[in-house]
């Protein structure tokens, strides 16, 4: 009896998830559809926005060219190289604080109303500590991401059962082998949810100090469209990073579910 409850309980959370991914869909669907019919009846002039079909198609066309390959992989390589960066000084940090309780009794009102800070203004510091490249790129992208993950850090530490840190003394575990075999796996969920936070924060860090920052990448791309008035190419590039981020945002939420069933057996 307890299986077929577990399993009616799973088919019901499944049936939930279906709704809710169909009214996802609907709504963007709605979105779109309201955006398009507004630029093809005039509502919205082609000077101020072109049509989402507009967009996909010169989007598509781009690719097929080549005309923006190089700024594309540096803009992916940036983030992929921020992600990791903040995923893991932000993971090392939080077990550094949540192992000293009066350390993070001093940084948790600093933690809490850190992105009251804008993070941009420290461009001209990184431009001078690490020159003119990727580098400055990357550093305010981890500036801006990885405070998230170590909050993630210390709400999934706070959240291990007792049991488990018990069993970790039991075995005389040393703090790093507590730390990967004891206290990674039982925060897994909670840090899952800051990676994904962590991705998005990457992707605003480095498209955004790219417009400001660099030569090259989308955001220098799209900000050069704008300035030469070559909308088909900015909103192009434009829906080529929501669509991006609307891939990597959906492979990272069925991981994250797939994760959750897991943990739940």
């Not at 577990?6 to 559809?33: D, K, Y």
């Not at 003119?132 to 790129?137: E, F, W």
């Not at 030569?215 to 900015?234: L, Q, R, T």
Request: aromatic share 8%.
């Amino acid at each position: 009896m307890a299986d077929g409850a577990a399993a009616s309980g799973a088919g019901r959370q499944a049936g939930g998830h279906g709704i809710e991914s169909l009214l996802r869909i609907l709504v963007v669907v709605v979105l779109i559809g309201a955006i398009e019919l507004l630029c093809r009846t005039g509502v919205i002039t082609a000077t101020t926005m072109i049509a989402p079909s507009a967009m996909a198609r010169h989007a598509w066309e781009i690719l097929q060219n080549g005309k923006f390959d190089k700024d594309i992989a540096i803009s992916l390589g940036n983030i992929g190289a921020a992600t990791l960066l903040a995923v893991v000084l932000g993971f090392i940090v939080g077990l550094a604080v949540h192992a000293l309780p009066t350390l993070r009794t001093a940084l948790e009102p600093l933690l809490a109303s850190y992105y009251a800070v804008p993070t941009f203004i420290f461009y001209p510091v990184f431009i001078v500590l690490f020159g003119v490249g990727a580098a400055p790129i990357i550093a305010i992208a981890v500036l801006l991401a990885v405070v998230t993950m170590i909050t993630a850090t210390l709400n999934g530490l706070d959240r291990i059962p007792a049991s488990l840190r018990k069993t970790a003394l039991v075995l005389r575990l040393t703090p790093w082998q507590s730390a990967v075999r004891v206290k990674l796996p039982a925060a897994l969920p909670y840090l899952f949810t800051g990676v994904k936070l962590v991705v998005a924060y990457a992707f605003i860090g480095v498209i955004a100090s790219e417009f400001i920052l660099s030569g090259s990448g989308v955001g220098y791309a799209i900000g050069y469209a704008y300035n030469n008035f070559e909308n088909d190419d900015m909103y192009a590039l434009m829906f080529l990073v929501l669509v991006t981020v609307t891939v990597v945002n959906i492979l990272l939420n069925a991981l994250d579910r797939r994760l959750q069933a897991k943990l739940r057996r």
